[in-house]
């Protein structure tokens, strides 16, 4: 009986032991299985990496094979070959641009400039216009634009006004009520200034460089001229007779640099009428009229020579006869080989204005009734054409040439740049036939002696009434 209890109680124990090791299994399994579940719980899930999606490519802009001919009255067809590296580089541009969009480019001869503008007004009125682009003199703008006969390149969504493509002052100039029907790639050429003779302002006591001085520190105005001009017109020998003038000029001209150097204009444009209209009587452009009448009469101008050439001034001032030479930039040719030194800057600024040039030159016109997919094809091409070749997008633009043409470097630097790039405007009297600059002046009716600034302006805008009336009413 002792026996059996023994083996009970061993039993017992043995039981207790592996009930307690199994316990302990037990626990250890769940913490095992404890600590992966929050091992894998703390271990992110991998997430696949986002693969950045490739832009489907834009194919080039096909235009279908179209050829654009550009019109002018002078091109010759005869193959220039290039003379620089850009030349070459800007041929194989043009030359790769035709075949990546299936277009060619051609500058074509249509006629004489005496034909020029009857031929773009007769095929454009007939639906079927000799030409994509038609290169225009600004004498051929007013009545095509008058008829309409311009595209609105506005609507185009190819081209716009703002690019440094397209020259501003053009674009200004060829605005109308906010819509633009003209432009060009051509920049500005020098333009209306004055020259003046080194050593005549020396003898009189004068800095030769004076003017450039006036010009750089802004006081270049109408009181320092007529202030010079007391000085530098010499009576030599004290026998009544002038012997240098202050100023030699076409008198035309002498107006023409007051009036826009006082912030003014012939005629302006009436936005509410969708008109130009005549702008003699504005106070503006009656005091260049004064100065102009003003100084001939006070002796600063000298005279045209009776049966003389309008051109006589330059002779005048290549001579010494005049100090200085109120003209455009253009007759510097005639002074090439004057023996004095010349320099040449702004007309003065007016008391209402600022010292600026004018500006000439053509405008590029597509004409009305293009097929409006055809005229944008055409203005993106032709953008394209004329924008910067690959490669020269920082180059600065190269004055090298004009500095060849002067006899100092301030020319360039100081009146020519700033022209260049800017400094001037287009005269609004281009924009209706017949209207003249001469009339400013009174130049058919004995010139700046023989009428008052206002009895000039009065009959100058009678003859601009008339013609502008006929104008607005064929």
């Known amino acids: 009986m002792l026996r059996m209890r023994k083996l009970?109680?061993?039993?017992?124990?043995?039981?207790?032991v592996f009930g307690m090791a199994a316990c302990k299994k037990s626990e250890e399994a769940s913490t095992d299985k404890a600590a992966e579940s929050i091992t894998e719980a703390s271990t992110p899930t991998?997430?696949?990496?986002?693969?950045?999606?490739?832009?489907?490519?834009?194919?080039p802009r096909d235009l279908g094979g179209i050829e654009i001919v550009v019109a002018d009255w002078w091109s010759t067809g005869e193959v220039v070959e290039p003379a620089t590296q850009k030349d070459e580089d800007t041929l194989a541009y043009r030359e790769e641009l035709q075949k990546k969009h299936n277009f060619t480019i051609v500058q074509k001869n249509i006629g004489s400039w005496a034909e020029y503008q009857e031929i773009f007004t007769t095929s454009t009125m007939a639906g079927d216009p000799i030409a994509d682009i038609f290169i225009m003199d600004q004498k051929f703008v007013p009545e095509p634009?008058?008829?309409?006969?311009?595209y609105p390149l506005s609507e185009?969504?190819?081209?716009?006004?703002a690019s440094e493509t397209w020259n501003?002052?053009?674009?200004?100039?060829?605005?109308?009520?906010?819509?633009?029907?003209g432009f060009t790639e051509e920049q500005n050429g020098p333009g209306l200034g004055v020259f003046f003779n080194k050593r005549l302002f020396e003898e009189a006591?004068?800095?030769?460089?004076?003017?450039?001085?006036?010009?750089?520190s802004g006081e270049w105005t109408w009181d320092k001229l007529e202030e010079l001009c007391k000085t530098l017109t010499k009576d030599n020998n004290a026998d009544g007779i002038t012997d240098i003038y202050a100023i030699c000029a076409w008198q035309v001209e002498v107006v023409k640099a007051a009036v826009f150097s006082n912030g003014s204009d012939y005629i302006k444009f009436n936005p509410a009428t969708g008109k130009y209209e005549n702008n003699q009587n504005s106070d503006e452009y009656l005091d260049g009229v004064k100065l102009g009448v003003d100084f001939f009469q006070k002796g600063y101008i000298k005279p045209d020579p009776e049966g003389a050439d309008f051109t006589w001034f330059e002779g005048a001032f290549k001579n010494g006869e005049a100090a200085m030479c109120v003209t455009e930039w253009y007759r510097n040719?005639?002074?090439?080989?004057?023996?004095?030194?010349?320099?040449?800057?702004?007309?003065?600024?007016?008391?209402?204005?600022?010292?600026?040039?004018?500006?000439?030159?053509?405008?590029?016109?597509?004409?009305?009734?293009?097929?409006?997919?055809?005229?944008?094809?055409?203005?993106?091409?032709?953008?394209?054409?004329?924008?910067?070749?690959?490669?020269?997008?920082d180059q600065s633009t190269d004055y090298s040439y004009y500095y060849t043409l002067t006899r100092d470097a301030r020319t360039v630097d100081e009146?020519?740049?700033?022209?260049?790039?800017?400094?001037?405007?287009?005269?609004?009297?281009?924009?209706?036939p017949g209207l003249s600059f001469k009339y400013g002046s009174n130049m058919e009716g004995g010139g700046l002696g023989a009428l008052s600034a206002v009895e000039i302006s009065e009959a100058a805008s009678a003859t601009f009434d008339a013609l502008i009336a006929d104008f607005y009413t064929e």
Do not use: C
């Not at 009970?8 to 207790?16: E, Q």
């Not at 991998?46 to 194919?59: I, Q």
């Open 8 to 16: 009970v109680v061993l039993l017992l124990a043995i039981f207790v």
């Open 46 to 59: 991998p997430v696949a990496e986002e693969v950045a999606a490739t832009p489907t490519p834009v194919p």
């Open 145 to 150: 634009l008058k008829q309409g006969l311009f």
């Open 156 to 161: 185009l969504p190819s081209f716009d006004p």
């Open 168 to 181: 501003s002052s053009m674009t200004d100039y060829m605005t109308q009520n906010g819509t633009v029907y």
């Open 205 to 216: 006591g004068l800095d030769p460089e004076l003017l450039y001085e006036l010009q750089k």
């Open 333 to 393: 040719s005639a002074f090439q080989d004057m023996e004095d030194d010349w320099g040449f800057v702004f007309f003065p600024a007016g008391p209402k204005g600022q010292m600026r040039t004018m500006y000439t030159g053509n405008v590029r016109i597509l004409p009305a009734g293009l097929d409006a997919q055809h005229a944008d094809d055409v203005m993106w091409a032709y953008s394209q054409w004329v924008g910067t070749v690959p490669g020269y997008e």
């Open 415 to 432: 009146t020519l740049i700033p022209m260049i790039e800017g400094q001037g405007v287009r005269s609004l009297l281009y924009q209706v």
